[in-house]
């Protein structure tokens, strides 16, 4: 496949650059778990390496890192008021709010001690937050040791929460990554359930969405366009199947699909293996991080060496 690679069509055309970024002399990462982007177009890589959280500025020039022997496993990273950012540690069951600099404000959970394995209570492997775009309350998605959804104030103040493990409205099979929108609306990309499911600031269950396959990360634009990090493929007779991602697909408010991005599972230009984190940028360019060596490695493959785990999707 030509490094040239343009996916989508219309107002949904991206080039790929799977080698965007700058990386400085001696720094590196395993894999790419969340992205995350600033006022100023400045990309914010949550990665499972040495250096947790690595800054780049919109060309892809690297700016700074942050975060050496805070994290033990980066999950999840959003933004939130005043351009703070929320950082889900699955590894030991925190949410920390942190500055732009790395300067912890709050910390969520209690760092090394999980709740009992679905207990309800909060954390065991938190996955992700969102904010209430009115209020700044912070919703937390706790979703492989729960099956559940926190709701806090700004302060960290528990509200309730909601959900269970199952397959109904309202139940959970890995609430892995959250999202609002500009009503306040709280979408949960609910992975094993091949969902996303939205509900009121309230808990109350709205609606479901159906046609996504193992959603992983999901990311609400300014203009309310909705862009879902699919998995893909859980089992190896899967891999080859078509129409089932990996990819990145882009939603409208109720659910209607407007673009599917990627041309399946593989290591080329164009193609994806995990899709795990995602968010878009003021000029709508797609930001996709990639677990791609744990997916690899669960498979029973040994990943090579130099795995691709982030790619920008500019917009053409």
Same mark, same amino acid.
């Given at each position: 496949m030509?490094?040239?690679?343009?996916l #989508?069509?219309g107002d949904?055309a991206?080039r790929?650059?799977?080698?965007?970024?700058?990386? =400085?002399?001696?720094y590196?990462?395993?894999?790419?778990?969340a992205?995350?982007?600033d006022?100023?177009?400045?990309?914010?890589?949550?990665n499972?390496?040495?250096h947790p959280?690595m800054v780049f500025?919109?060309d892809?020039e690297?700016?700074?890192s942050?975060g050496?022997?805070?994290?033990?496993?980066a999950?999840?990273?959003s933004?939130? =008021?005043?351009d703070?950012?929320?950082?889900?540690d699955?590894?030991d069951?925190t949410?920390r709010q942190?500055?732009?600099?790395?300067?912890v404000?709050?910390?969520?959970?209690?760092?090394?001690k =999980?709740?009992?394995?679905f207990?309800?209570?909060?954390?065991n492997?938190?996955t992700h937050?969102?904010?209430d775009?009115?209020?700044?309350?912070?919703?937390?998605?706790?979703g492989y040791?729960?099956?559940?959804v926190?709701?806090?104030?700004?302060?960290?103040r528990?509200l309730f929460s909601?959900g269970?493990?199952?397959?109904?409205?309202?139940?959970f099979?890995i609430?892995?990554?959250i999202?609002?929108?500009?009503? #306040?609306?709280?979408?949960?990309?609910?992975?094993?359930n091949h969902?996303?499911q939205?509900?009121d600031?309230?808990?109350?269950?709205?609606?479901?969405?159906?046609?996504?396959?193992?959603?992983c990360g999901?990311?609400i634009s300014?203009?309310?366009?909705v862009?879902?990090?699919?998995?893909g493929?859980?089992?190896?007779v899967?891999?080859?199947? =078509?129409?089932i991602?990996?990819r990145?697909?882009?939603?409208?408010?109720?659910?209607?699909t407007?673009a599917?991005?990627?041309n399946?599972?593989g290591?080329?230009v164009?193609?994806?293996?995990?899709?795990?984190?995602i968010c878009?940028?003021?000029?709508?360019?797609?930001?996709?991080?990639?677990?791609?060596?744990?997916?690899?490695?669960?498979s029973?493959e040994?990943?090579?060496?130099?795995?691709?785990t982030?790619q920008?999707l500019?917009k053409s």
């Amino acid at each position: 496949m030509a490094d040239d690679c343009i996916l #989508g069509s219309g107002d949904f055309a991206y080039r790929v650059e799977p080698n965007w970024q700058t990386m =400085p002399e001696g720094y590196e990462w395993r894999e790419v778990a969340a992205v995350a982007v600033d006022g100023d177009d400045n990309v914010y890589v949550f990665n499972r390496g040495p250096h947790p959280m690595m800054v780049f500025d919109k060309d892809g020039e690297f700016i700074k890192s942050w975060g050496e022997g805070v994290f033990t496993r980066a999950h999840g990273v959003s933004v939130g =008021p005043d351009d703070t950012l929320y950082c889900s540690d699955d590894g030991d069951h925190t949410v920390r709010q942190c500055t732009l600099d790395g300067e912890v404000l709050m910390t969520i959970g209690v760092p090394g001690k =999980p709740a009992p394995l679905f207990s309800g209570n909060p954390f065991n492997r938190c996955t992700h937050t969102a904010t209430d775009p009115k209020t700044g309350d912070i919703y937390v998605s706790d979703g492989y040791g729960n099956s559940r959804v926190h709701k806090y104030s700004p302060d960290g103040r528990l509200l309730f929460s909601w959900g269970a493990p199952g397959t109904d409205p309202g139940e959970f099979s890995i609430a892995h990554n959250i999202a609002t929108d500009a009503d #306040g609306y709280v979408y949960v990309a609910d992975r094993e359930n091949h969902r996303i499911q939205i509900f009121d600031a309230k808990g109350n269950f709205e609606d479901q969405w159906p046609n996504v396959h193992r959603p992983c990360g999901i990311y609400i634009s300014d203009d309310q366009r909705v862009y879902v990090g699919e998995l893909g493929w859980g089992m190896a007779v899967q891999r080859n199947v =078509p129409n089932i991602g990996p990819r990145v697909s882009v939603l409208d408010r109720r659910g209607n699909t407007l673009a599917r991005l990627g041309n399946g599972y593989g290591t080329e230009v164009g193609q994806f293996i995990s899709p795990h984190g995602i968010c878009i940028d003021s000029a709508k360019n797609i930001y996709v991080g990639e677990v791609s060596h744990t997916n690899i490695s669960n498979s029973g493959e040994t990943p090579p060496d130099d795995l691709r785990t982030l790619q920008r999707l500019t917009k053409s």
